[in-house]
């Protein structure tokens, strides 16, 4: 693991360290100037209440009667009142002033003395405290880089994992696990695409070449040649549609550039109608009841996407089988009959090119299974939400489209 960078681990040392240096400055100096200010009458005041007692030992005893009040010429000599006020003779209080002077000053000597070495002491031990917790700091932004520095498309599948209490890097590094895995689908899911898009569009152009390598070969006769021709029409047909599903799958990923109100409801119906013909012809019944909806979003790409639906719902039904197209106010809701869905198949089913059942070749009415990813697509364009869900009887499948916005 990669140390954190160093010009960021000495500014926030430098930063923690002055801080903890100055709040030390400020209160030595704090302590300083409040014993200065009281130390001189704490001394005067203990070297004068002491004076009466010890009478200054050395020095001269002054006259009994500077001490206490006269008294009685009857009453006998009594020691002074330790309560009562003495009054001190003018060389006692000199020696007192000098006493106390000296006291004051070796004092404050010894304290500022002393307060300095603890301050330097201080701030050698803030400095090392500071750069080692600026280490601490800063070990989860040098995780989160060393795992940036070290991911591709290969491995990104790795996690940062970041183990600690919550707070702001804990988030960090979760919204970066969680932004890998949204890069590890979209990579996935581009990987799939590219590949199925290859095979997609390599057997088209492997039955052209077919038809035009063995069906022509020598001297065809007329009936082959306008069977061939026929195929490959029908070959460059479908092959178009994939490529006209792609194009529509790549501009729906790009989102909206514009936007206006579009009547859904009218969508819906005229979806119906224009599939009406080709539901006949596969013995499905198609309902619609269309309540009003209108969303802000693209007249194309919302017919495409209620389009997918109702196609889907038809071509992937059984005889006899029915078409359920409802709109309203909850969105679009698109329910078929048909084969039954596996639960865990569903969301297979909207991604490009998957089918419920593998398609073996090019048969009539049969798409290139992009359908159901273009619709995903336009909902996500939309900000809308996309609910499938397989139906429990009678087969097919339930879709669900609800926009945020909507009247």
Same mark, same amino acid.
């Given at each position: 693991?990669?140390?954190?960078?160093?010009?960021?681990?000495?500014?926030? @040392?430098?930063?923690?360290?002055?801080?903890?240096?100055?709040?030390?400055?400020?209160?030595?100096?704090? !302590?300083?100037?409040? !014993?200065?200010?009281?130390?001189?009458?704490?001394?005067? /005041?203990?070297? #004068? $209440?002491?004076?009466?007692?010890?009478?200054?030992?050395?020095?001269? #005893?002054?006259?009994? @009667?500077?001490?206490?009040?006269?008294?009685?010429?009857?009453? %006998?000599? #009594?020691?002074?009142?330790?309560?009562?006020?003495?009054?001190?003779? $003018?060389?006692?209080?000199?020696?007192? =002033?000098?006493?106390?002077?000296?006291? +004051?000053?070796?004092?404050? +000597? =010894?304290?500022?003395? &002393?307060?300095?070495?603890?301050? %330097?002491?201080?701030? &050698?031990?803030?400095? &090392?405290?500071?750069?080692?917790?600026?280490?601490?700091?800063?070990?989860?932004?040098? !995780?989160?880089?060393? @795992?940036? =520095?070290? /991911?591709s498309g290969e491995n990104l599948h790795e996690r940062i994992a970041l183990d600690g209490p919550p707070g702001e890097l804990k988030r960090l590094a979760d919204t970066f696990d969680g932004m890998l895995g949204r890069m590890e689908g979209l990579v996935s899911a581009q990987q799939r695409f590219a590949a199925n898009a290859a095979h997609e569009l390599r057997t088209p152009v492997a039955v052209q070449r077919a038809a035009a390598e063995i069906g022509l070969a020598g001297e065809p006769s007329p009936e082959r040649v306008a069977r061939i021709r026929a195929k490959l029409i029908e070959v460059a047909d479908d092959s178009e549609r994939i490529i006209a599903g792609l194009l529509l799958l790549a501009a729906s990923d790009q989102g909206l550039r514009e936007r206006s109100r579009v009547a859904v409801d009218e969508v819906a119906r005229q979806a119906v109608d224009a599939l009406t013909a080709e539901a006949a012809e596969q013995g499905v019944t198609v309902s619609v009841r269309a309540r009003p909806l209108t969303v802000d979003g693209d007249a194309v790409l919302l017919d495409r996407l209620v389009h997918n639906l109702v196609v889907n719902g038809v071509r992937h039904n059984v005889p006899g089988g029915r078409v359920d197209v409802r709109t309203g106010p909850e969105g679009i809701e698109v329910s078929n009959t048909g084969p039954e869905v596996p639960p865990a198949t569903v969301p297979l089913l909207f991604e490009p090119f998957r089918r419920l059942t593998e398609r073996g070749t090019h048969g009539p009415g049969e798409g290139a299974g992009l359908g159901l990813s273009i619709v995903e697509s336009i909902a996500r364009a939309h900000d809308a939400t996309l609910e499938a869900s397989a139906n429990p009887e009678g087969g097919g499948l339930t879709v669900r489209v609800r926009f945020a916005g909507r009247d």
């Open positions: 693991m990669r140390r954190p960078v160093t010009g960021e681990r000495s500014r926030l @040392t430098a930063l923690y360290g002055g801080l903890l240096l100055l709040a030390g400055a400020l209160l030595t100096g704090v !302590v300083y100037f409040l !014993v200065k200010e009281g130390l001189y009458s704490s001394i005067s /005041l203990a070297v #004068t $209440s002491t004076v009466p007692a010890r009478r200054l030992e050395g020095l001269p #005893t002054p006259d009994p @009667t500077a001490f206490v009040p006269a008294t009685p010429a009857t009453a %006998a000599p #009594t020691s002074p009142d330790p309560g009562a006020t003495v009054r001190l003779p $003018s060389e006692v209080m000199a020696i007192t =002033r000098t006493v106390s002077d000296a006291a +004051e000053s070796a004092a404050l +000597e =010894r304290l500022l003395t &002393v307060s300095l070495i603890v301050l %330097a002491a201080y701030a &050698v031990l803030s400095v &090392v405290l500071a750069w080692w917790m600026a280490g601490r700091v800063l070990r989860p932004v040098a !995780v989160i880089t060393e @795992t940036a =520095r070290r /991911l």
